[in-house]
């Protein structure tokens, strides 16, 4: 569509030639003319300078020089998502229907416009709701429920009693409700503890990649509305997340702890068990997390300290040669006063 049209559609504000046809979204070192990229770091200036794509988008108070139209934004991001949806492929509508390789109990409860792919199996007991979707291969377990408008990626394993909201999209390999890890010693040799809880996923929730949640050594394992996982995140039993939590990938979650709401934790954070993560707290990327963290807070390193603490600590570090040079240049002179006695 014309640019003058696509920023009009995507909120922003446009200047410049507005007549260029955008038909395509790529990043500022691969796009072509007819693309239309974004920019919200202010160290890819030079990137942006030598860019080809017919048009960017940028924040409401960047400044700085541009080969192509500009189109401002209060939120780029949403902005860009928005440019997604409008120019990016299209992918084909799953028809409502029951795939002839699926395995469907007689008593499992279909919602109106389920759509079951190839070589599925539904449980008996279990509920889809309203036009929910399983891609080939999902396994939906004894009486699990899964609300309306949830889509769930290729080989999605939902186990027994799980329990899941709406609009909710797990993506390809995720296990939902596996066993805990718990045992007991006894005898030199480790014993199983039977994991009789649920899992308990809200609204609006979406669960990456070959993410594991646990389902409850007893009582509920439960992700709250809202809450983004990136892929390989495994949440133990008997966690509690809070609404609009982020974690990104690789973050593990040990059981019982409580990671409150709009809480953001990085890339390959590591948490114990039984502790508590405050509302709004922020773990920075490979942070290992071994006691409470205030609401809040801004955590950093392992263990986890205040980022503020952390950075100072690090430029510390970087100092430690010089500072053994002058160590060393002083037991010098020191031993050579004491020689002169």
């Known amino acids: 569509m014309k640019l003058s049209e696509l920023a009009r559609r995507i909120e922003g504000t446009l200047e410049g030639d507005g007549d260029p046809e955008i038909t395509g979204i790529a990043g500022l070192d691969a796009a072509h003319p007819g693309d239309i990229t974004f920019m919200t770091n202010p160290k890819f200036a030079a990137v942006l300078e030598k860019s080809m794509a017919s048009a960017v988008v940028v924040g409401r108070k960047w400044e700085g020089r541009s080969p192509c139209p500009v189109v401002r934004a209060a939120n780029p991001d949403k902005a860009m998502a928005l440019c997604a949806g409008l120019l990016g492929p299209t992918i084909p509508k799953r028809e409502p229907g029951i795939h002839q390789s699926a395995i469907v109990a007689g008593d499992a409860r279909l919602g109106e416009g389920v759509s079951i792919g190839p070589y599925c199996v539904v449980e008996a007991g279990a509920a889809l709701g309203d036009r929910t979707v399983l891609m080939a291969g999902c396994y939906i377990g004894h009486a699990a429920t899964i609300g309306a408008d949830c889509v769930l990626d290729p080989h999605v394993i939902i186990r027994h009693q799980v329990e899941i909201g709406n609009r909710v999209v797990i993506h390809d390999g995720a296990v939902i409700g596996s066993d805990g890890f718990g045992n007991y010693r006894e005898g030199g040799r480790w014993h199983k503890?039977?994991?009789?809880?649920?899992?308990?996923?809200?609204?609006?929730?979406?669960?990456?990649?070959?993410?594991?949640?646990?389902?409850?050594?007893?009582?509920?394992?439960?992700?709250?509305?809202?809450?983004?996982?990136?892929?390989?995140?495994?949440?133990?039993?008997?966690?509690?997340?809070?609404?609009?939590?982020?974690?990104?990938?690789?973050?593990?979650?040990?059981?019982?702890?409580v990671v409150e709401a709009n809480v953001m934790l990085a890339g390959q954070v590591g948490v114990a068990g039984h502790i508590v993560i405050g509302a709004g707290a922020i773990a920075g990327g490979k942070t290992g997390i071994a006691k409470n963290v205030a609401p809040g807070d801004f955590v950093f390193g392992y263990p986890a300290v205040p980022h503020r603490k952390f950075a100072a600590t690090q430029r510390n570090v970087s100092r430690i040669p010089k500072l053994k040079e002058r160590i060393d240049e002083l037991e010098r002179r020191l031993a050579e006063l004491e020689n002169r006695k």
């Open 193 to 257: 503890i039977p994991q009789i809880g649920i899992v308990e996923i809200g609204d609006d929730v979406e669960i990456g990649a070959n993410t594991t949640v646990d389902r409850a050594r007893f009582g509920t394992t439960k992700i709250a509305s809202g809450v983004k996982i990136d892929n390989l995140v495994q949440i133990g039993h008997n966690v509690k997340v809070g609404e609009n939590t982020a974690m990104a990938a690789q973050v593990g979650i040990s059981g019982s702890t």
